[in-house]
């Protein structure tokens, strides 16, 4: 509920940070009165400032907290995150462990639910680890908006390999020039968008695997089969730093090449 905390964009970042390491508390007036007075002042506080004010105001600190709300939902397994702070995928995580069954993503008359979701993201990140990917490896994702990018996102994460979304309105040739400047070893597209990238394919000796999803094309992987193939890792989890990068993207190259960033 940032925007009923924060009363302008130039002040958002700070006060979200503090309401990361403080989620999912009954506190939250007390932390919008304390945001409220900490926004009137000129000049305005920095983070440090906030945090330890937010800390006062709650009378907690950050371990007792997460001793708090483990206690108060009756589940010390799902604390959102230890030393390393809020990782990418932790907080589908827990809704995961939370409410399964609840409906995490529609797209059109298809649906997945926190559970099918966490469960076909540690498969993705299972299936990037057996291709031989890892800590800081890239891999492309061709397919437009459907539910099977959410996965790749968050298995990604999970196995600290690095997404690079390729966007479906680019040229053929500019995926080409992407897919080899980011150094991706595997593709996963969506069928519709196969016949195109097929026409650079050959010009991509860096990528060992693709996969469809949807039909595929002779020499390609099917995307339940990568997904079914793939050995389970131990602790499903890779050991993930705050400094680790999760996704490369690619800006336009209105004066000259797109870059990575």
């Known amino acids: 509920e940032g925007r009923s905390v924060v009363g302008t964009p130039s ?17 939250l007036n007390v932390f919008d009165n304390v945001a409220y ?20 105001a709650l009378g ?16 010390p397994q799902c604390r959102l995150c230890d030393d390393h702070g809020m990782r990418f995928h932790d907080l589908i ?16 008359e298809r649906s997945m639910s926190y ?66 400047d980011a150094g991706c070893r595997l593709i996963v597209a969506r069928n519709e968008l196969i016949e195109p990238f097929l026409t650079v394919r050959e010009r991509l000796p860096g990528v060992d695997t693709c996969v469809a999803i949807g039909d595929m094309p002779a020499g390609w992987t099917s995307w339940s089969g990568w997904l079914a193939d793939a050995p ?19 800006t336009s190259g209105t004066t000259g090449r797109p870059k990575g960033a």
């Open 37 to 56: 007075g900490l926004r009137q002042r000129t000049p305005r506080p920095d983070r440090a400032t906030v945090t330890r004010k937010v800390g006062e």
């Open 60 to 75: 907690i600190t950050r371990q007792s907290a997460w001793e708090y709300y483990a206690a108060r939902t009756r589940a």
């Open 115 to 180: 559970g099918q979701l966490i469960a076909e993201s540690r498969a993705v990140a299972d299936a990037l680890a057996s291709a031989g990917l890892g800590p800081g490896d890239r891999y492309g994702v061709l397919a437009g908006n459907c539910l099977e990018y959410f996965s790749c996102y968050l298995g990604a994460a999970m196995a600290d390999v690095v997404t690079v979304p390729l966007n479906p309105r680019l040229a053929p040739a500019e995926w080409e020039y992407i897919i080899n």
């Open 93 to 108: 995580e827990f809704h995961g462990r939370d409410q399964p069954d609840a409906i995490a993503l529609r797209d059109g």
């Open 232 to 250: 389970e890792r131990p602790g499903n989890v890779a050991s993930i730093e705050s400094s680790d990068a999760t996704v490369q993207m690619y």
């Open 11 to 27: 002040y958002r970042r700070p006060v979200n940070m503090v309401f990361q390491h403080y989620a999912l508390f009954p506190h």
